[in-house]
């Protein structure tokens, strides 16, 4: 640093284009994330047999060979042939730093990993780009981008985050067009898909593949990928990384899980294919355009993509938008838990979200405050269109004469209706069957109030009147109890669902 304390050190080009990856983190408590593509992880039982070799794991510096050998033989080729590293992601890495440097090239489809462009600028690569958001991998516009300073081609399927897949006919003419460049296969859901390609495509010289364990195996916390490709790749992959890219803990633990539950996660990866294919009824039904997946998500385009999302967070579930890639801005990633009981959660609030039956206006603290009808409920007319849509009611404990007059003096007391109630958890619940509604939204003055919709399974929304002194930390409050948004008035609804 300078005498100012300003840093006075400037990081290479690359580095000034783009930012570090992060996963964003949903607002309001998660309790179930659908949002990183993830399996369960293995039962305690697995995990306690690695004590025994706990202290020489951490003492020692790791082998791959075992867990290599394992590997190998898996996919039908010899050890020679296998690079375990640090996740998918590492062995992407080591294959980026041993094709490219300033002047080379790399051919991908867009969208696709978002982390396989960082890696290739990382080098100094250049990235020429396919559009591929379904069907058949584009495979001729792939082959006339192809130059001689491509240098290496990057596929994945299933991709990421579309869940559409290549053949191995793709894979084939991408080697005859390229001889020069090397050929990824990047197979990290290939365990959800029709078809594992590996084997085939591993005949041809210029091909690699990429596995892990961290999503069909669930030990995406552990850190353990693989690299299959020819002698001479793997020996350049080797120089190109660290040596111990992958802890003896994890070797030992993922040596376990192979040796002895395969037949449970061929069982868990059955679940949920039925479970894409499900969520992609459902989703059509709801009106959203969701895309065929041979992953464990689903990417489904969306009339709004980031209120879906909000209103999944203040359920408790977490997906994932792309508000900084245009060409998916509009759509939302969903996983599939591989869990009845959390598939069917999963259900019921995308039913919440994207068709609510009844919509409960939860105000007693701000009304008993003398607040206006028209400060809470906003334009009548917007609220009528509202209730256009789904039956309108106010939830209170308050003397229901006095809430009755008080929408009277609204002029909208033929289109809401007041539902009175005893203060208690299930009050959402009753009051939304009350209303003759299965499914619907509340709309709530405090966080008790957002926290009783959510336990009762019903979207909570905060509202803080316009003219509130303290709005601001009002509405910070009201958000993190788990508010989808927090609104003005009851009428901006209206202009959120138009």
Avoid at 147 to 162: Q, R
Avoid at 225 to 235: C, D, Q
Avoid at 346 to 374: C, F, H, Q, Y
Avoid at 482 to 495: F, T
């Amino acid at each position: 640093m300078n005498e100012t304390g300003t840093i006075s050190i400037t990081p290479a080009a690359w580095l000034d284009r783009q930012r570090a990856y992060q996963r964003r983190a949903p607002r309001g408590p998660i309790t179930l994330r659908l949002d990183a593509n993830e399996g369960e992880g293995p039962p305690t039982e697995l995990i306690d047999a690695a004590r025994p070799v706990f202290s020489e794991c951490c003492s020692a510096y790791p082998d791959t060979s075992k867990l290599g050998a394992m590997l190998a033989s898996r996919n039908g080729v010899g050890p020679q042939r296998v690079l375990v590293t640090a996740g998918a992601d590492d062995a992407l890495q080591r294959l980026c730093r041993v094709m490219l440097e300033p002047g080379r090239r790399a051919l991908m489809t867009r969208p696709t990993f978002e982390m396989i462009p960082r890696l290739v600028r990382a080098v100094g690569g250049a990235a020429d780009e396919v559009a591929w958001m379904d069907g058949p991998l584009p495979l001729n516009a792939m082959i006339e981008r192809i130059t001689p300073e491509t240098s290496i081609i990057f596929v994945v399927s299933p991709n990421n985050p579309t869940g559409s897949v290549a053949s191995v006919q793709d894979i084939r003419a991408l080697s005859a067009a390229a001889p020069n460049a090397l050929i990824v296969l990047d197979h990290a859901y290939v365990e959800f898909a029709e078809e594992d390609l590996t084997r085939e495509v591993l005949r041809l010289p210029n091909v690699a593949v990429t596995k892990t364990l961290s999503k069909a195996w669930g030990l995406a916390g552990l850190r353990v990928g693989y690299l299959l490709a020819s002698p001479e790749v793997i020996a350049w992959a080797k120089a190109a990384g660290l040596p111990y890219a992958v802890s003896g803990l994890s070797l030992a633990i993922a040596e376990r899980i192979l040796a002895t539950r395969e037949g449970a996660m061929k069982s868990r990866v059955e679940r949920t294919r039925e479970e894409v294919r499900e969520l992609v009824r459902l989703l059509a039904a709801l009106g959203e355009q969701p895309l065929r997946s041979q992953a464990n998500f689903v990417l489904a385009r969306c009339r709004n993509a980031p209120l879906l999302a909000d209103l999944l967070a203040s359920l408790g579930i977490a997906v994932r938008t792309f508000p900084d890639q245009d060409d998916i801005a509009d759509c939302v990633r969903i996983g599939c838990p591989g869990n009845e009981a959390q598939f069917l959660r999963l259900s019921r609030a995308l039913t919440v979200a994207l068709k609510p039956a009844g919509i409960l206006l939860d105000v007693d603290s701000t009304l008993e405050t003398g607040a206006s009808a028209a400060l809470i409920l906003g334009d009548s007319r917007r609220v009528r269109r509202l209730a256009h849509r789904c039956a309108l009611g106010i939830v209170t404990s308050l003397p229901p004469e006095r809430v009755e007059r008080w929408i009277l003096g609204s002029g909208l007391g033929e289109v809401i209706r007041v539902l009175p109630v005893d203060q208690g958890g299930s009050r959402h619940d009753r009051a939304l069957k009350e209303l003759g509604a299965t499914c619907g939204w509340v709309i709530a003055d405090t966080p008790g109030g957002v926290e009783a919709g959510r336990e009762a399974g019903i979207a909570p929304f905060g509202i803080v009147p316009s003219t509130a002194a303290d709005g601001a930390d009002r509405s910070d409050t009201l958000m993190s109890s788990g508010a989808a948004r927090v609104l003005a008035s009851l009428s901006q609804l209206s202009e959120i669902l138009s």
